[in-house]
T-cell receptor
């Protein structure tokens, strides 16, 4: 009964490939997020959707494209993967200011 | 813009020691303040929050007081356990959607 679930948990791929990470929340929240956490644990917001509308779009290479088919899902597609894309990607959802619920993360390794 | 500065780690303590992690912020207006915790291999989860000056947030033996005069929100726990080993993030929110996180402080508690 996971509130925010991401798949896959681990993703190992070659440079230049295209991959997607999926996120689903069953909390009924209106807002969802993608974060990138680097090896030093620094957390960076990438995107946010509110009711399927893009509301936060930070400085991120346009190889990264989010898609929200409905307010319970937010997927992240990455084209032409690079070594520097290796990180842990977290999905989160929120209904109240500042209170976010995070998924367990997807560890992406680009070889 | 909004920003959060928290003390650098890593911090290593013995069980039952006192823990304090300093956090200061810069924000326009009156932000809400949060501490999130990330246990090994997991996503972040909300530890405690405070929404206005002089509010004290508390949870699981942790406390933090919103100090407007010093723009601080330091996290404290009187007696840590091995299970408190985690990365702790201070964060603030000035609007409905975005959380600004500090860099995270890794805490290791030894038995």
């Amino acid at each position: 009964d996971t509130a925010v679930s991401q798949t896959p948990k681990y993703l190992v791929t070659q440079m230049g490939n295209d991959k997607s990470i999926k996120c689903e929340q069953n909390l009924g929240h209106d807002t969802m997020y993608w974060y990138k956490q680097d090896s030093k644990k620094f957390l960076k917001i990438m995107f946010s959707y509110n009711n399927k509308e893009l509301i936060i779009n930070e400085t991120v290479p346009n190889r990264f494209s989010p898609k929200s088919p409905d307010k319970a899902h937010l997927n992240l597609h990455i084209n032409s993967l690079e070594l520097g894309d290796s990180a842990v990607y977290f999905c989160a959802s929120s209904q109240r200011v500042g209170i976010q619920y995070f998924g367990a993360g997807t560890r992406l390794s680009v070889l | 813009g909004d920003s959060v500065t928290q003390m650098e780690g890593p911090v290593t303590l013995s069980e039952e020691a006192f823990l304090t992690i300093n956090c200061t912020y810069t924000a326009t207006g009156y932000p809400s303040l949060f501490w999130y915790v990330q246990y090994p291999g997991e996503g972040l989860q909300l530890l405690l929050k405070a929404t206005k000056a002089d509010d004290k947030g508390s949870n699981k033996g942790f406390e933090a007081t919103y100090r407007k005069e010093t723009t601080s929100f330091h996290l404290e726990k009187g007696s840590v356990q091995v299970s408190d080993s985690a990365v702790y993030f201070c964060a603030l929110s000035s609007n409905d959607y975005k959380l600004s996180f500090g860099a995270g402080t890794t805490v290791t508690v030894r038995a």
